[in-house]
């Protein structure tokens, strides 16, 4: 008889048990539908925002990005081939072999990305060129064309992650003018990334370009790791950035015979 209460308290506590779990996973998924709901409620709030034309200030004050999850270790940027390319024809656009060095000139665009929030990761899937300039701490000045460059980053489902410039042979070294620009952006998005890009570096042995991070309190800048989707090593960049170097000098890749 005791055994038989005993199994049924045994059963009762096991399925009070299960009930509790079940509840306590619906509302984990409901928290995190709540999660993805608001940061939906971001992104139409910056849109209205820049549609209403409001001064970049305030729109820094009240953007925010995705939410992030701190303290993870690995490398939780992912940067594809098509950025790079474009961050590198563009940089050699302004400073190529066809220029005399002394004309050659910074560029500086946006970056676009992904997060996932889940796992931590930025992917960064495409640059927009935005500007060159003779300053070292060239600026995207014009804001209706940030504007545009926002508009079609969002309609590719991406968002704002960063900014990069170049540095025509001389190194990927972020100097204390490039901080200012880099708070405007960590201010928008707290985990937004500046790249710097010298494309005289990207020689078979190094990728040619750095991401980095400031810290904000202290004015210092760090690197930050990254990895490239698909296996691109620094041997194979050289090649890929000769082969659309024709249409940045305003040239087609390739010609039928005649056409030469
Ligand atoms: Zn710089």
Redesign the pocket.
Known sequence: MEDKNLNKRKIKENIKEKIKQKLKKELLEEIYNELLLEENDITNEISSMLDDEIEISKIEEEIKGPPVKKAKKKKNIIITVEPILKIASHALKYASNNIPTSKWV?VIGLLAGDYNSKENILYIKDAYPMGHGTA??AEIKDYNNFERAFQEIRKKKLFICGWY?S?PSYGTF??M??LETQSRYQKLWSEAVAL?IDPYQIDGTSYGFEIFRANLKSKKWFKVPFSIQGDITPELLPELVNFINPIVEGKAIYLEYDEE
Request: net charge negative; hydrophobic share 30%; glycine share 0%.
């Open positions: 910074e070292l701490n410039h540095h972020m100097s003018e490039d710097v």
